[in-house]
């Protein structure tokens, strides 16, 4: 049975950047599947709003170009986003627990709680 929960990315201070609804294929899931499962939906609402010239979702994040004219590759973009999870590109948050392995298993219902904490680079760093 499919779940819906709402996904919140927010900035280091808390403040919330955006929101979205994702469907996950069942209760108990990991990290990597919660990470990818986000990244494969966002990247299908990229490909089908390229010509809109909508903003594009935040984990999403294609090379070179203009964004809005090219198709992404959803297993590029699912191997980025891993591989920042792991280097601490962004912090994951299920119910106010930080989300530390890939392989962490996770209940979740339409009340989980799921933010994606972006850091951002300091000047000079």
């Given at each position: 049975m499919?779940?819906?929960?709402q996904?919140?990315?927010?900035?280091?201070?808390?403040a919330?950047?955006a929101?979205n609804?994702?469907?996950?294929?069942?209760?108990?899931?990991?990290?990597?599947?919660?990470?990818?499962?986000?990244?494969?939906?966002?990247v299908?609402?990229?490909?089908?709003d390229?010509?809109?010239?909508?903003?594009?979702?935040n984990?999403?994040?294609?090379?070179g170009?203009?964004?809005?004219?090219?198709?992404?590759d959803?297993?590029?973009?699912?191997?980025?986003a891993?591989?920042?999870?792991s280097?601490?590109?962004f912090?994951l948050?299920?119910n106010?627990e930080?989300m530390?392995?890939?392989?962490?298993?996770i209940l979740?219902?339409?009340?989980?709680?799921?933010?994606?904490?972006?850091?951002v680079?300091?000047v000079?760093?």
């Open positions: 499919s779940v819906r929960v996904v919140v990315d927010e900035s280091p201070s808390g919330v950047i929101q609804i994702f469907i996950f294929p069942s209760r108990a899931i990991s990290v990597r599947e919660l990470i990818r499962t986000r990244v494969i939906q966002e299908q609402k990229q490909n089908e390229a010509d809109s010239g909508d903003a594009r979702p984990l999403v994040r294609p090379e170009g203009n964004a809005q004219q090219r198709v992404v959803t297993e590029s973009q699912c191997s980025i891993l591989e920042a999870f280097s601490n590109g912090f948050f299920v106010e930080q530390t392995s890939l392989d962490q298993t979740v219902t339409p009340n989980t709680h799921v933010s994606f904490v972006r850091l680079t300091l000079g760093g």
